[in-house]
Structures are given as C-alpha cells and as structure tokens.
C-alpha cells in the first residue's frame, strides 16, 4: 500500500492521511476485542486490552492470508478517552508488535458503551488481501 | 465470500470474525434507520427499527444487482444498548429474515445519539457485488 | 460511481442510499478533523471546521490521483448533534464547495469525544480510485 499525505496536511504520527490500495481482495475484519479464544476478555488494563483486540486483528488478516501491510483502514473505539491517552506509550509499543511500520488510515472515537461488558477497546478494521 | 475464523479466536456467533470478498465492485451503503419510503420513522420498538433498517440495507444492495451474501461489513449504531440486549431473539429473528445465513463482519457500538431523532438503530454497510 | 436509490425508500438528500464504484484501487482515508498544515484546530465554529475536515478528505483523494466524485463512503463522527443541525445551511455550502454535486453514502453519528480536544467533527471516508 502507498501512504498519501499531502502537503497541505500535518503528516500522521502513527496513522497515514491516507492509504492506497494495489489491487485485490476486500477483506472485512469484524470489530474485534480483547477477547481470548474462549470468548473471555484478557485483562481491564487498557494497553492489554488494546494490544490482544489487534492481535486478534491481525489474526484474521494471516488467516485470510494476507500481512499486516495489507491492511487499509482501521476504526477504533474506545469507552474512555483518558485510557487510551493514559497508556498511549504502551499502546504504540503494542501497536508495533504487532503491525511493524505499518500505519493504516485510522479514526478513534470515544462511545457511550461497547456492547462487551467488559470491553474497554474494539478495533474494525478492512484489508486489501493481493 | 469466505468467512475468516483463525482457531486463535472465538467463533463468530451470528456474525463472521472475517470475510473475504471475490473480486468485484464496492457498494457503499449509507448508514439506514427504520424509514419508510417518506422517511418517516416505522415503529418506536427496536426490534422492528432493526428489521427495518436492514431491510432498507438489503434493498440497497438488491437495486444494485447484489444480494444480501454480497454484504461483507455492518456496522451498527445504537442509541441505547440495553434496548439491543432486550430484544436479542427478535434481531436475531429478523436478521435471519433479511440476511439468512450470511453473516458479515460486523461491529456494534452504543452512540450518544443518531441524525434522526426517532431512530434508535442506524447500520452502515459495505458490498463487493461480483 | 453509480447511485442507488431503490424506489422502497426515501432517496437521500444530499446523500446516496448506495454507490456503487466501477472497478479500482482502494483509497482509505483517515479520520479528518478541522486541522491545518501545523495540526492546529483552524475554528470553533462548527461550520468551519466542517469545511477544513471536508477540505482535507478531498486533499488525500487528490493527493492520490483521484477527484471528489471518487469518494464512495463518508462517516461523519460530530461531538454534539445541535452544533450540526444548527450549522446545517452553512454545512450544506461547505459541502458543495468541496464536492460539487457528488454525494457519497453517508452516515453521521454523535459520539461522546473525539482524540483532539478542540474538535467538533471528524470524517473518515473511503474511495475507488479508477
């Protein structure tokens, strides 16, 4: 994927403006959480819990057999702002663990509610499988 | 479209953790409430606003020569997540009505309110019509 | 792109029911809001940043080689729906400075925060670039 970043646009740090796509495949990957392969929320710590909902991303994206790189666009949403901003430096480090260099285009907004009673973080996410 | 289950994730239960699309041309759907045909709200229940809402998805998608399997994505917006939780059987009942077996990659999240101020559910899609 | 409006339902004002993209290559925009070069909010008139987040959109689309009739999906994530609906006349021209008479399928949420603290709205969009 090529990022985009205009001039008249601050550059993203962490994310792209903009990403495009070379042909392929549209893979759809459901809002994911920091559920465990028995459907149990990991841990209440926010980085924890940022760090398995992307994994479980990245998961679904190996299997349709594709790589981190492929994917486009990731949506996040969160309960509580000051959670993600009070564990951002976790959250990078996690982030790259698991997606390496690669920044999609993303967007973070804080809910009213997830509908995990436990969840503190759900990431959408599409790719495009080559 | 194939749906995406890595071993390392719960199985989707009435949705798919991911799908992968043959190729084809996108349909971006906007995000639909229970309007009837003079945007006029149906029903104040939330099971038949949901029945109406994807209704209005899968006609989007059947104008445009696809059907409800061409669906790779459904994002839910609701205003009031315990209204969902009540009514469970009955959106599953729908759904099942609208969509059969095919499950999307979906999200669902709680919003501090719609556009509409009657509407209690919007769901947004994306297609791949082959 | 190809609007759908299936006679079942109200057509879109200032929005499309569905778009359907002839064939291409993703572009996936981040999440918009009113920033300048410099990642500074330009206003707190509601209206205005529309306009910059709008602008901004549309600088990635160009940026990647396509025009605004290439954009297929629009979200519209605001801080609070008054500010919108009491801005609307002014969002409407905003809307047409930046995208002439193409209108993406569109859906628009209130959501309780946004990551910059000085921002009323962001817009995240997708696009089929020919």
Redesign the interface.
Known sequence: M?P???????P?RG?????????G????????VA?????RIVSDDFATQFAKALE?VV??????GGEPKDV??L?I?VKD?QS?LGAVAAVGAAYRAHMGKHF????????????DPGAQV?I?A?A??P
Do not use: H
């Open positions: 090529r985009i970043s205009p001039a008249s646009l601050a993203g994310y792209s403006n903009g990403l495009l796509a070379p042909p495949r549209m893979l759809f990957v459901a809002g994911q559920w465990d392969a028995d459907a479980n998961a679904v994206v190996r299997e349709a486009g666009q949506t949403y702002k993600y999609p285009a993303m967007a973070l907004v804080e809910v009213k509610d997830l509908l759900e959408q599409t495009v499988i």
